[in-house]
């Protein structure tokens, strides 16, 4: 299974961006999938996951402001970031996971400054 991740760049507080995360090599729906980053200097954390049911989780950092999607006839994960603060900024990896397997793309990077 290969990850694709796009749409990361510049942003000004308070705008928003749209994430994407095209796979291939498998069909999207066997797995859950989620979004992670990391910020400079830090670990790698959880943003949002959706299960292959459509079943959804955020960070408490990003409810409200961050939604996560999928369309499996696309093979494609979704990130809409609104409301962007600084720190937002990070590099963005999408992950497809099952119980015994995980994938991940290589990252976007999404900076949010004035």
């Known amino acids: 299974l290969q990850l694709v991740e796009s749409g990361g760049g510049l942003v000004q507080p308070g705008g928003s961006l749209r994430l994407s995360c095209a796979t291939s090599?498998?069909?999207?729906?066997?797995?859950?999938t989620g979004w992670h980053r990391q910020a400079p200097g830090k670990e790698r954390e959880a943003v949002a996951t959706?299960?292959?049911?459509?079943?959804?989780n955020y960070a408490d950092s990003v409810k409200g402001r961050f939604t996560i999607s999928r369309d499996n006839a696309k093979n494609t994960l979704y990130l809409q970031m609104d409301s962007l603060k600084p720190e937002d900024t990070g590099v963005y990896y999408c992950?497809?996971?099952?119980?015994?397997?995980?994938?991940w793309g290589q990252g976007t990077l999404v900076t949010v400054s004035s």
């Open positions: 959706i299960t292959s049911g459509g079943t959804t």
């Open positions: 992950r497809v996971y099952t119980k015994y397997l995980e994938f």
């Open positions: 090599g498998s069909t999207l729906e066997e797995y859950a």
